[in-house]
Structure formats: C-alpha cells, structure tokens
C-alpha cells in the first residue's frame, strides 16, 4: 500500500515584494536607470524589476563603503563589530520564514530546504563570526592583523543568501566593509539582506549592495577602491577575475566549479550509501559546486546501488518548491535548464545509459526530472564536466587504487565522498583524493567552522573556519589564495 501525499503550500503571504529595487549604497536604497525582470522559475512569474549595476553605480558603492571603513568601521573595536554580527544573525533568525519564502520564490529550491538548510545556515555563519570578531588578535593569523579596507565579493544563484552569509559574515567580523553583487536570476534575499542592515542599526555604507549583471561584476573587480575579491561562480569567470587581477596587488579568493567524485566501497552500509548518494546528487537540484555528480561503484556492488537506487529515486517528489513535500524543485534559469539538456544529450550521444523516474513535469517554469547515466567512462563528457543539475554519472572501480585514480581525473577537486565501513580505508582514500572537502559516510555537510574550498580549477583560497578569516586580513597566515 502506497499513500500519497496531499498538498501542503507554505503561504507566501509573509513576503512583500515591492515592484522594482534600486542598490542599497551608504544605508539606503537608491533608483537605478536600467532594470531586468527576476522570476519564479518554478512558474516563470515576474516577481519583480532589479536594477542592473552601471560603472557609475559602482563608484558611488566604493566611495560609500571606503567612507565607511575609514570614518567608522575602521574605528570599531572588534567587540563593538561583533555586536553588530550577533544583532544581524539574531534578525535573521526571527526573520527566517520571510527569508525562506523569498529565497524559494526566487531561486525556485524546495521550502524544505530553505527553511532547514539555507537560512538557518545563514544565520548561524554570523553567529559563528560574531564570535570569532574580538578574538583576532588570538587566532594564530599573525600579530595584530589588519583589514584590507573595501572587500568587493560577487556571488552565484544556487545559494543566494548563503553564499552572501560566507562573504559578509567573515569580511566584516575581521573589519572590511562590503561591496556585494547577488547573481542576475536571484538579487531579492540580498536586497531583503539589506533591509536586516539597516534594521540592526549597522553603521552606513559598510555593507553596500549592487545588483546587475557580469559588466557590474567585472566593474567591482576592476575597481581601484577595492584589495580584495571574493568570488563564487563558474570556472571560466574565476578565470576571468585571475587574469583581471594578475598586475594588481589584489587579492582574491575564488570558489568555482566542481566535479565530485562520491566513491562507494563493497563494505559500504547499502541503504544509508543510497541515501547519501540522492542527498549528494539531487539536494538543491544538483545546482551545487561540491555535488557528488560522479558515483564511483566498486563492480562487484554496482548492480544492488543501481537497483536501490532507482527505487529510491522513483519516491522522490519533483514540484512546487513552496510544497512542504517537495524534494526537488526548479531549476533556477532556462539558461542553466539549456546547459542541463544539452550536456544530458551529450551523454547519450557518447553512449552513456540515461534513466528517469517516471514524473510529471509542469510545462510552465523550468524542470528536469532526476537522471542516472550507467556505463560511464572516464573519456565521456559528463564524467569531466560540471553539468550542475540533478544528473549523475555511475562509473564503476574494481581496485581502491583504480577509484582513487578515477576521481581525481579531472581539472577540479573540490569535493569527494567515501562510503565504507573500514576506517583504515576512508583515511588511505582521504589522503589520495586531490579534494578540499571530503566526507566520509556523508555528503553535503556544512560548517561555518569547517573550510570550505578546492585544488586546481576548482578555485583558491578557503572560507569558512579560521582559514576563511585570513584571507580578508592583511597578514593573516595560512591563505593559500592569491
Ligand atoms: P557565472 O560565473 O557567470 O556567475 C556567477 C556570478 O558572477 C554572477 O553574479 C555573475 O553576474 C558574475 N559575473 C559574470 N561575469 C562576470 C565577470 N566577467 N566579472 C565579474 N563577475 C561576473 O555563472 P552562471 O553563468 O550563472 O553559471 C554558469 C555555470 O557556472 C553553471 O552552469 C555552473 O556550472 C557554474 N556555476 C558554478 C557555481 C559554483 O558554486 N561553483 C555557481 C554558479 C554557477
Ligand atoms: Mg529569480
């Protein structure tokens, strides 16, 4: 017997979209010129017009925020800054459900996970922060270590809030003030963010929001006002802002793409792996740098996951993300659906095995069903490149050795996973795996204690934890960024 589930929509009631935003510069919000419409992409309503960030915009933002730092912040006991971190994290705690609304109305993720996974994250990043702002001087980053003055930070669409939470949180608990451009398709929470800012009474101009599009973008990172950048995105705009910054005394921290590899041993604990597999793969509909996009079975078990998994796969409910029910939601642009479906194509043309659950896929917004590609190898498209959607690619392994060599062929090296029983095995894997963040019988746990980030062209530099912190002080150890 099967029981079905019956609707339970989150009322949107709590959000008060207003029709049009401007930037938020020196405490308040100011008109824009041009705007672009954001949407619902689980419907493709407009939910409202944001402004696109001109060069000009820009320069008011700087000049704002080297106000700001010099005049007030710079002045502050890191006492003093940590209150101000405790009331923000506090409000947006008591804010939370509005947060989670917008944050699923804009980015079209599950309510689920924004209520449970994204926003209380969020706060608890300023938390941790807020914590760590009068200790710096005790933290083993150097004697008495200084801010860089105006901390230029740009930010993808697949954690919206959060990934404004790793680069506010720290820049301002170590005493930078911010400039800050949310993704083109989800500006609403960090214009709602700003909000929060002026409600905690935050001195004006240290935390200033510009939103637009990559020319608003590249004009934060080439701004002379601005020492030091913090990216979140894709692969080749890092690259972009590496070469940008090349003959400048900038300093940058990059957190790009990714390709994780998420190993399963013959020892693994079956069932518990399958679910650590679906929350690796299709948690934010795979839009996730660190996703575990490419399973690695050892043969001798491959048949049982593939089974199980597919069982798994076929309760998982795809909808209206502001479902309480719903475990996989939109996908958050009909550009992002394109690259989802060509690279899908891909992999069938190359002669991977494609499978889906059967599931009804609304024909407005945008949606792609979980997918599984068997017989995979290492030559195949979809085994090196990020398709960031909820598509994974089985290989299989027959050694240790072979899984290790398997994972670590690809340009990235942000994330892996490790599924066994044997301890002495998930440490002589970690040690071979070319990846920041490993998990071992678990995937995609976060931290703000913990650092976050990746080898080669998965990005430079960590955030979060004490790592994160020294990469906005000027002679804070250990940065491993530029
Ligand atoms: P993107 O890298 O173009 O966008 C990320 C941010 O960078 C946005 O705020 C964007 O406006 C800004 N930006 C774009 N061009 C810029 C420039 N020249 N200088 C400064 N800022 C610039 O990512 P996009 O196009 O939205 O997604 C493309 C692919 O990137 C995805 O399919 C996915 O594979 C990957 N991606 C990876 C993310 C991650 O967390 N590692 C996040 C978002 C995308
Ligand atoms: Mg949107």
Known sequence: MTFEYAPAPESRAIVNIKLKYGHFINGSFVAGKKHFPTLNPATEEVLSHIALGATSDVDKAVAAAQKAYTKTWSKLSGKERGKYLYRIARILQERAREFAVLETL???????????????????????????????????????????????????????????????????????????????????????????????????????????????????????????????????????????????????????GGKGANIVFDDAPIDETVEGIVNGIFFNQGHVCCAGSRLILQESIADEVIEKLKVRMSKIRVGDPLDKNTDLGAINSKEQLVKI???????????????????HLSSKGFWFAPTIFTGVTQAHRIAQEEIFGPVLSILTFRTPQEAIDKANNTPFGLSAGIWSEKGSRIFWASQQLKAGVIWA??????????????????????????????????????????
Not at 345 to 357: L, N, Q, V, Y
Not at 466 to 471: C, D, I, M, N
Request: overall charge neutral; hydrophobic content about 40%.
């Open 341 to 359: 479906k060509e690279l899908s194509a891909i992999g069938d043309a190359e002669g991977a095995e494609r499978w889906s659950p059967q599931c």
């Open 441 to 482: 019988n678990t995937f995609n746990k976060f931290d703000p204690a913990s650092p976050f980030g990746g080898y080669k062209e998965s990005g430079w530099g960590r955030e979060g934890g004490k790592h994160g912190l020294s990469a906005y002080l000027k002679n804070g150890k250990e940065t491993g960024a530029k």
């Open 106 to 256: 804009d980015n079209g993720k599950p309510i689920r996970e924004t209520r449970d996974i994204d926003i209380p994250l969020v706060a608890a990043h300023f938390f941790y922060h807020a914590g760590w702002a009068d200790k710096l001087d005790y933290a083993g980053l150097g004697h008495s270590p200084k801010a860089y003055g105006v901390a230029g930070q740009i930010i993808p669409w697949n954690f919206p809030l959060l990934m404004l939470a790793w680069k506010v949180a720290p820049a301002l608990a170590t005493g930078n003030t911010v400039v800050l451009k949310p993704a083109e398709t989800t500006s609403l929470t960090a214009l709602l963010f700003a909000e929060v800012c002026q409600q905690a009474e935050l001195p004006d101009g240290v935390v200033n929001i510009v939103t637009g599009d990559g020319s608003t973008g590249a004009a934060i990172v080439n701004h002379p006002g601005i020492h030091k950048i913090a990216f979140t995105g894709s692969t080749e705009v890092g690259k972009k802002i590496a070469r940008a910054i090349a003959s400048t005394d900038k300093k940058a921290t990059l957190e790009l």
